[in-house]
């Protein structure tokens, strides 16, 4: 007995981990089979062991997105999970359930499923309302804000015959194009890349800028409405309504009658899927009659009217010969498995990524092993598991690197990181080339005709030791090294005489401090408009910039700690580079010295256009109320806790029109009062009703 308790033990530990991998820190560790799998082991060895039970164990949860930083919201209808098939076995003996229950033959509406994040979108006469995650099925949070960004979604609706009020359900999830695009990003300010697509969608939208979120490009797909009466009789009339109304909704559905045509559509889309521009992971099955979906009804955590089935993923066995270990410009360490070539989803595979050490203790991968390799998202070749039963006698647990390849250095791992780093920025040639090639990059300071490769032979032959040397650059030293010209010479020098005239928001992405990326920068530029104002801003300062939090304001205070980097951003001001931003002409100055946070939404402006309007007046954006803030500019829908956190520390609260009327030369409000304290009521009833 103590070894089933022993087990049973050991299993939620294990569930618990995964859990907290996928749901807080948005880096699943084992694929969803797998999951399954440990989750239905661990659910029947408690149905036959009640006297193991523990309120606790993760078989009685159910997996939940919600977060601190969004206000709470109850779903009007639950927002039921599907449960989960991964064999044509399984899909036949749900069709023959159906049958058997519904005393007939039904017919079955099948649908990609969508690799995204659900998401509830709620309209009211027709008008969007608000967006509520899944959270864990009864409340999400509300994302309005960010799912206002997504040009798919509509805010009105078109045609008619929609309800008062009905929530339609559907994916939020990231294109292919998009997560590359966004992944290289992370990589390049030291950012742990999303494992994939998914994540990167879950993570998007609990950003809490939506400026960022518009950034990312995300897309949706609806496929489901909730409300007091059907809109439809079928589940297939419910989509053509759907897109009738301006909603995008898949174009790969299709009406079953028998379990073969089902099977004929999983197959084709098996393979066919490969070619589509976002990740999808399976097939749904639904009944198609919204009549006999109602009779069949649903547990406590899924339809029994839909089902989806998993598609496998594409993977080879192979042998992992060696592990080497790359330094990236930030110092980040990653692992890189050599493998003995295996041909996989049409490429012959020679290397995968092995993220990190903990994944790699997580496996167990040791040298030698028969590995399994996918592509992750059909991107990027990755280890998923091991054979056990094949790896070589004596073999070792795998040893992690405790010091830099490059330099020797002892590389360091904080609490809340992933990755291992080497500490020795201006010393580990890796990261000095890596800077530098970062440097000169387009979005940067876009010096042409330098690419990696020159910029590592300037780097050999000691012409560069940081970004400030290539200022000292002339062409007679250009002009003697390999496949370099005179012509050349005189276009890379002339390149990097101009990039001097790059703003100043640009170098400050330039210079490369880590978790700095091309939009935080643009926001600390306009915040604190010179680099030796940035050199002197205290933790508390650069807390109050947008999209600042406290690992970025640690990194930027790090930086600027270091002599070294003191004395090149000196070597940088001397070859004429702006490290100042060139004041634009204000439009006035009635907001001069005052720090303003925006929330909620309003009926004559934008949020992006009143932050514009703001700065236009001399005013500042803040991301959050504190002591600091002079000014929460009020809409509807505001955040009780934002109103909250502002009645406590005094902060004046202004309407849209109190607002307008301030920056056209009105009298300032009064410290809040009575008065104040009605226009905060109204604000709150606005939000609840």
């Not at 929530?167 to 292919?176: D, F, K």
């Not at 926001?523 to 801003?537: E, N, T, W």
């Not at 406590?648 to 409000?669: A, D, M, N, T």
Request: net charge negative; with cysteine; proline share 5%.
């Amino acid at each position: 007995m103590n070894e089933v308790k022993q087990k049973i033990d050991r299993l939620r530990q294990v569930l618990d981990r995964l859990n907290y991998n996928y749901y807080v820190l948005n880096a699943p560790s084992a694929e969803d089979r797998e999951y399954d799998r440990l989750m239905a082991e661990l659910t029947s060895l408690e149905a036959a062991h009640p006297e193991f039970d523990d309120p606790n164990s993760p078989s009685h949860r159910v997996g939940s997105d919600l977060t601190k930083e969004f206000e709470p919201v109850r779903h009007r209808y639950p927002m039921l999970s599907l449960g989960n098939t991964y064999s044509e076995e399984e899909v036949r003996e749900f069709v023959a359930r159906i049958g058997r229950e519904s005393g007939g033959t039904a017919a079955y509406c099948c649908e990609l499923k969508f690799d995204g994040t659900a998401i509830s979108l709620t309209y009211e006469n027709g008008r969007f309302v608000r967006a509520v995650t899944r959270g864990d099925g009864v409340e999400g949070d509300d994302v309005s804000a960010n799912v206002r960004t997504i040009r798919s979604i509509p805010m009105r609706l078109l045609g008619e015959g929609w309800p008062s009020y009905m929530e339609v359900r559907g994916e939020i999830y990231m294109p292919h194009e998009r997560f590359e695009r966004l992944n290289a990003e992370r990589a390049d300010i030291g950012e742990e890349p999303f494992a994939n697509p998914r994540n990167a969608a879950a993570g998007t939208l609990k950003q809490q800028n939506s400026a960022v979120v518009a950034q990312r490009g995300l897309d949706a797909v609806l496929y489901a409405v909730q409300s007091d009466a059907p809109v439809a009789a079928s589940h297939y009339e419910v989509l053509q309504r759907l897109k009738a109304w301006g909603f995008k909704t898949s174009a790969a559905v299709k009406v079953c009658r028998s379990v073969e045509e089902i099977m004929e559509y999983i197959h084709y889309w098996d393979t066919a899927r490969h070619e589509l521009p976002y990740e999808t992971d399976g097939a749904v099955i639904k009944v198609d009659s919204i009549r006999l979906q109602r009779d069949l009804g649903a547990t406590a955590k899924a339809p029994r009217w839909a089902v989806a089935y998993k598609f496998k993923a594409e993977q080879a066995a192979t042998q992992l010969l060696s592990v080497d270990f790359q330094v990236g410009r930030t110092g980040a360490i990653t692992p890189v498995a050599n493998l003995s070539p295996v041909r996989l989803a049409g490429t012959t595979v020679k290397r995968a990524s092995l993220h990190n050490a903990e994944q790699i203790e997580l496996l167990d991968i040791r040298i030698g092993d028969t590995v399994l390799v996918e592509k992750g998202g059909e991107i990027i070749p990755k280890i998923v598991g091991v054979d056990p039963a094949r790896r070589p006698a004596g073999s070792v647990p795998f040893s992690y690197i405790t010091h830099c390849p490059e330099c020797g250095t002892e590389l360091v791992k904080e609490a809340d990181e992933a990755k291992h780093y080497c500490p020795n920025a201006t010393g580990c040639p890796p990261q000095i080339v890596g800077r530098i090639v970062h440097y000169i990059s387009r979005k940067a300071m876009n010096i042409e005709g330098l690419g990696d490769e020159t910029v590592q032979l300037l780097y050999n032959n000691g012409l560069l030791g940081d970004m400030a040397n290539l200022y000292d650059l002339e062409v007679e030293h250009l002009v003697p090294l390999e496949r370099l010209g005179q012509k050349s010479a005189e276009n890379i020098i002339g390149s990097i005489a101009k990039s001097t005239e790059v703003p100043y928001a640009r170098v400050l992405f330039a210079i490369g401090i880590r978790y700095v990326g091309e939009t935080t920068a643009k926001k600390l530029a306009a915040a604190i408009p010179s680099v030796d104002a940035l050199m002197q801003a205290s933790r508390e300062e650069l807390l109050e910039v947008e999209e600042v939090g406290g690992k970025i304001a640690d990194s930027i205070i790090a930086y600027f700690a270091d002599p070294r980097n003191v004395a090149m951003i000196d070597r940088l001001r001397c070859a004429g580079v702006q490290l100042e931003a060139v004041q634009t002409a204000k439009l006035s100055a009635a907001l001069a010295g005052k720090k303003i946070v925006i929330s909620g939404t309003f009926e004559h402006h934008s949020r992006p256009e009143l932050k514009e309007l703001i700065e236009q007046h001399s005013g500042t954006n803040q991301s959050s109320v504190s002591k600091t803030t002079d000014y929460l500019l009020a809409g509807a829908g505001i955040g009780p806790k934002k109103l909250e956190t502002a009645n406590k520390l005094g902060v004046r609260i202004l309407s849209e029109e109190e607002f307008l009327q301030l920056i056209g030369g009105g009298e300032e409000p009064a410290v809040p009062g009575q008065e104040a304290e009605r226009e905060v009521l109204k604000v709150q009833q606005q939000t609840l009703f």
